[in-house]
């Protein structure tokens, strides 16, 4: 089953079954209470009737005033019986006929056989009249309550019938109603793909859906950053080879006119090595817009020690000092492998132009952000320089010799997961720091 509606419309279903029969069993049991109430209370009445009609002789015998008796039990078999026991005599209503009424002994109520197959609601008890201590019993014949009960009950029953059904046809009109947001949400993500809206408006959007219309709001602006981005990587790249290119046919030309000599030669190697220059470039700026966050949390700490170990060994002949100051707890939302990309291009750019040392230094912000910086001592960037290596469509690794392309690429990764990077002069050592800010967690 996996329909919303027909879930909830069977879940809900269940509780209004199971309401519905609590409600009938309470309902019925109070009729029966109700029933037996009233019986009790026309037995009193018959009991006070008979205790007026009742008489005591000199000897101890009783008897009834005829004229006080109610005619109801001089009928036999009308459904109405008594009897009086002392210890002289017995009294028994002529409504009995030549049948007994058996009851059992003691005070209390009963529902015991009777004649002609009644079944009957016994009252019985005690009493003192005239200073003679007597037992009086009294019964009804249940027939006639217990068919108004019967009644009582079909009546219930169709009423019941007809509340569940609305109550079932309201609960599911509700579901309804309360299924519409999402409704409005299928249509707001074709009228997406048809290109009538840029995003989904979480106006009047209920507290329950709204997370969802944000996550997905969250994953258009990645997608249509990454669109953008590799649209732009395109026009760089046409850009960047259109130049080679045109050396690439000059001096093609002038080998097939025989006109070759070194300079050509160089020229071709010289525009094919710049194409594959550009080519690196922009395939390293793909894989780092293809990159999309998968909120998968990387140890900054462990990280930074593993490309350390690396490049400690790659220039272990140079003596560079790497100083280290990253918390152990500190973590970060992001690809490893993208992580490592970018601690590896800012280090290694730090110990080539390091004289003897380069720090790395990390630190959660109040505002829920990462700040790394990467720090060396060696001759630094002017701004110039910085203006050239971060500037849009700037051919980094032509303008700016060892810095462009390794700090281009960390730019485009560090921008894929929302961060920035800025590049300044380092205040403790001189050199070049590199800081890029990433978000602890992805928007």
Same mark, same amino acid.
């Given at each position: ?20 029969g609590l409600t009938w069993f309470f309902a019925d049991r109070l009729m029966e209470r109700v029933a037996e109430r009233f019986l009790v209370e026309d037995l009193q009445h018959d009991v006070e009737s008979l205790l007026l009609a009742l008489r005591f002789d000199a000897d101890g015998r009783a008897r009834?005033? $005829? ?68 037992? #009086? ?39 309804? %109603? ?20 840029? $995003? ?19 994953? #258009? ?15 760089? #790249?046409?850009? %960047? ?9 000059q001096h093609t030309a002038e080998l097939r006119r025989g006109d070759c000599d070194e300079s050509a030669v160089s020229g071709l190697f010289g525009a094919a090595e710049s194409i594959r220059r550009v080519t690196e470039r922009e395939l390293q700026r793909a894989r780092a817009a293809g990159h999309a ?26 003596a560079l000092r790497f100083v280290l100051e990253v918390p152990e707890e500190l973590q970060v939302c992001a690809d490893r492998e993208d992580l490592l990309e970018v601690l590896g291009n800012l280090l290694d750019n730090g110990a080539k132009w390091a004289r003897s040392r380069v720090a790395i230094r ?24 910085? $203006?050239?290596? #971060?500037?849009?469509? %700037? ?37 070049? $720091? ?10």
């Amino acid at each position: 089953m996996n329909s919303i509606l027909l879930r909830l419309s069977a879940w809900l279903g269940v509780g209004l079954l199971v309401m519905l029969g609590l409600t009938w069993f309470f309902a019925d049991r109070l009729m029966e209470r109700v029933a037996e109430r009233f019986l009790v209370e026309d037995l009193q009445h018959d009991v006070e009737s008979l205790l007026l009609a009742l008489r005591f002789d000199a000897d101890g015998r009783a008897r009834l005033d $005829a004229s006080r008796v109610e005619p109801v039990f001089q009928r036999p078999f009308s459904g109405h019986y008594y009897r009086v026991e002392t210890e002289a005599n017995r009294l028994v209503s002529r409504s009995l006929w030549d049948e007994t009424l058996v009851v059992p002994d003691g005070s209390g109520t009963w529902r015991v056989p009777g004649p002609m197959g009644q079944r009957l609601f016994v009252l019985a008890d005690r009493y003192e009249k005239d200073g003679h201590r007597f037992r #009086l019993v009294v019964a009804e014949d249940l027939s006639g309550v217990e068919q108004v009960v019967s009644r009582m009950r079909r009546h219930y029953a169709v009423v019941m019938g007809i509340l569940g059904m609305i109550l079932g046809m309201g609960l599911i009109w509700m579901l309804r %109603a309360a299924l519409k947001p999402l409704e409005r949400l299928r249509r707001d993500l074709q009228a997406l793909h048809t290109g009538e809206l840029r $995003a989904l408006s979480v106006a009047g959007a209920p507290r329950e859906i709204r997370p969802l219309v944000d996550e997905i709001n969250t994953l #258009l602006g990645v997608l249509r950053e990454r669109l953008d981005r590799q649209r732009k990587a395109l026009g760089n #790249l046409a850009h %960047a080879i259109k130049t080679p290119l045109t050396v690439i046919f000059q001096h093609t030309a002038e080998l097939r006119r025989g006109d070759c000599d070194e300079s050509a030669v160089s020229g071709l190697f010289g525009a094919a090595e710049s194409i594959r220059r550009v080519t690196e470039r922009e395939l390293q700026r793909a894989r780092a817009a293809g990159h999309a966050p998968v909120g998968q949390r990387v140890a900054l700490g462990e990280a930074v020690e593993e490309v350390v170990g690396v490049l400690r060994q790659a220039h272990a002949d140079r003596a560079l000092r790497f100083v280290l100051e990253v918390p152990e707890e500190l973590q970060v939302c992001a690809d490893r492998e993208d992580l490592l990309e970018v601690l590896g291009n800012l280090l290694d750019n730090g110990a080539k132009w390091a004289r003897s040392r380069v720090a790395i230094r990390a630190r959660e912000t109040a505002g829920d952000a990462v700040i790394l910086r990467v720090e060396d001592d060696g001759p630094g960037m002017t701004r110039r320089e910085i $203006a050239a290596v #971060l500037g849009r469509g %700037a051919r980094l690794d032509e303008s700016v010799p060892g810095h462009g392309l390794g700090l281009a690429i960390v730019r485009d990764l560090v921008e894929t997961y929302g961060g920035r990077l800025f590049l300044e002069r380092s205040p403790s050592l001189g050199g070049l $720091a590199a800081v890029v800010v990433l978000p602890r967690q992805l928007a």
